[in-house]
């Protein structure tokens, strides 16, 4: 019984990280406000205790930060962050992709599953969703590479950052139709084992809808 509320305890957790996530993106929670812990559990409907652990597993991820006398914000990130974060992405996801494995059938079913969920949750404008598939088709490819620090990093990176993505797919004509052609593309080359082509096309994803939203990313 006591491993069944651990278990119980630890999905609530993550489905209340995973909802404020969403309010962050949705921009219900701004970066820099203070967040009202009993106005947020009643708001997402969990009890005050996972909803304390999903902040801390959000502050470890660098999404919220906790600040003496007012407890619990929204973390800022400005462009010099995010562009720092980019950088470091391109240059870690580029060594996962140099070392995966060729992906059999199932893998490449997987994927194009995941892609498919994701522009269905777009469509319902299912943030939660969109998140979630949008993981489960890049670390599918991710989990092909041995290296398990550098996707560690990578994971870590992508959880900073990925509330501003969501909220640029929004704010961008077509979004949906871009996602959907870069990720066929992707799947495309690792179907052919195109190593460089498949970094390239990668590359041109991450940044694809910031053009002109932050001064180094778009490159």
Known sequence: MDMANSELGHQLTLQAAAQIRGLIIDRVLLPGEKIRQVDLAEKIGVSRSPLREALRTLEAEGVVSYEANRGYVVARLDDNDLEQIFDMREMLEAKLLKTIS?????CLRRLKEANDRMM????????????????????????LS?????????????QLSEGYSASWWWRTPDADKRINREHKAIIAALRKYDIEGLIALCD????????????????
């Open 146 to 158: 041995p290296l398990n620090q550098f996707r560690r990093e990578v994971q870590r990176l992508w």
């Open 204 to 219: 041109e994803h991450r940044v694809g809808g910031f053009e002109g939203s932050l001064t180094g990313v778009a490159r």
């Open 102 to 106: 060729r992906p059999d059938p199932d």
């Open 120 to 143: 269905e949750a777009i469509e319902a404008r299912d943030v939660a969703k969109v998140l979630h598939w949008n993981r489960e088709f890049h670390f599918g490819i991710f989990d």
